[in-house]
Each structure stands twice: as structure tokens, then as C-alpha cells.
């Protein structure tokens, strides 16, 4: 592995928990599942206002399954669909999705603590923590900063700067893992950190910057460090 990194930086939403599909389209093919597709626009609204509804609005405690409920729940009712039981199948779905994809993090993470600080950096809904705990992540990190506690949202530079600060690293030697070229990694290209986008075959891969690294899968990025 390359020397010069001392830290090693993931988004977790659509990264750790899923292999580069974010939450909002892992929530519409959920719903397509359930024979309720919906057209793009109208989905995208009802998403985001139920994704905004839980940001600093849920106890630091709240697990992972709980969170997909809520979040479940308020996309439904932001959509007016009334049939009965369709919130908690997404939600499950959801949730057993994750849960699938963050065991396998859980050793990707395992190894590259071996040789690094790992920290994830996530806009989160300020139960983070509690989240990367429940689900063996936080064993194998120096930090969990999330955005509802720490008052600053990707791509906003703060929030890379406070998670550097707790890791005592300068941002030439840390590298950021994430999905979303708009907030991960024009986030991280604010700081300095160099970045590698995480976008699944099929999905373009829309780099920010000339020469940045892609990987297709999570289990990429040990050799794509190294």
C-alpha cells in the first residue's frame, strides 16, 4: 500500500452500505418492486423532503433498521400511498440490503486499519455513530463524523477538516472513498484529499477531476490503494 497514506476516508450512504448505489435510487427501485414505479420528478421531491424531515430529528441511538423505517414511512406518506404494509416492506428490504453489504465493509475496513486511520465522513441524520456500531463498523474506525453533529454537510470543506483534525492528519496524506461526485468528491477536492470514486458498472462514472481513480466495487479499493 502506498506509504503517503496515512488515512483512509469513505462516505458511508451509497458507498460502505451498498456498493455505489445511493439511498434515493436503492428507495425508487424498492418502491418499483412494490408495483408502485413512480415517475422521477415526483419521487425525487417526495425523497428529499422525507430524507430532510429526519436530519438532527432522530435520538443518537437509533439504529439502522429504525432509520429505513422512518425514512420508509415518510416517503410513503410524502407519496399519499395507502396500501397497508408497504413502508415496512421497503424499509426491511432496505435494511437486510445493507446489512448484507456492511459485513463485507467490515472487512474491508479491518484490513486497511491494519495500516491506517479510517474515518467515515457522512451527511447523516446525527445517529451515525450508533449506526457504524451496531453494525461492526465502529471497531474499526478513529472517527464517525456526522454531518447533524458536527454542523457542516458535504461538500462543504469544514466537515473534511474537522474529521482531519480528529485523525491529526494533513490532507496530503489522506484519500476519501465516496459515490457522489457532487458532494464527496468536490468535497474532498476543497481540502486537498486526494479521492476515488466508488460507481457500480453500468453507472457513469462522472470524475471531478483529470486522473482520478473509479472502482466498480467496495473490494477495490485495497489494490486500487496500494
Known amino acids: 500500500m502506498n506509504d503517503s497514506i496515512a488515512a483512509v476516508l469513505f462516505d458511508f450512504g451509497g458507498t460502505l452500505d451498498s456498493d455505489g448505489l445511493p439511498w434515493k435510487e436503492r428507495f425508487r427501485r424498492a418502491l418499483a418492486a412494490e408495483g408502485e414505479p413512480t415517475p422521477s420528478e415526483r ?28 425514512l420508509a414511512h415518510g416517503l410513503v406518506a410524502e407519496l399519499g400511498l395507502d396500501r397497508p404494509g408497504i413502508a415496512d416492506r421497503i424499509a426491511e428490504r432496505f435494511a437486510s440490503e445493507s446489512r448484507e453489504h456492511l459485513r463485507q465493509s467490515a472487512g474491508i475496513l479491518e ?20 449506526v457504524c456500531a451496531e453494525t461492526g463498523l465502529l471497531r474499526h ?11 457542516f454537510s458535504k461538500p462543504d470543506a ?13 490532507p496530503d496524506r489522506a484519500i476519501f472513498i465516496g459515490d457522489s461526485p457532487g458532494r464527496d468528491m468536490a468535497g474532498a477536492r476543497r481540502v486537498g484529499i486526494r479521492h ?23 473490494a477495490e479499493v485495497p489494490g486500487a490503494l496500494s
Open 196 to 218: 476515488l470514486l466508488l460507481a457500480p458498472e453500468g453507472v457513469e462514472a462522472s470524475v471531478c477531476c483529470p486522473g482520478d481513480r473509479v472502482v466498480r466495487r467496495l
Open 158 to 170: 469544514r466537515i473534511f477538516e474537522a474529521t482531519l483534525a480528529r485523525l491529526a492528519v494533513p
Open 111 to 130: 484490513e486497511l486499519a491494519r495500516d491506517r486511520r479510517i474515518a467515515i465522513v457522512s451527511n447523516f441524520y446525527g445517529n451515525l455513530e450508533a
Open 43 to 70: 419521487f425525487d421531491r417526495a425523497f428529499h423532503r422525507a430524507d430532510d424531515a429526519l436530519v438532527g430529528n432522530v435520538p443518537p441511538g437509533l439504529g439502522l433498521s429504525e432509520t429505513a423505517d422512518r
Open 141 to 151: 474506525l478513529a472517527a464517525a463524523v456526522d454531518s447533524s453533529v458536527v454542523g
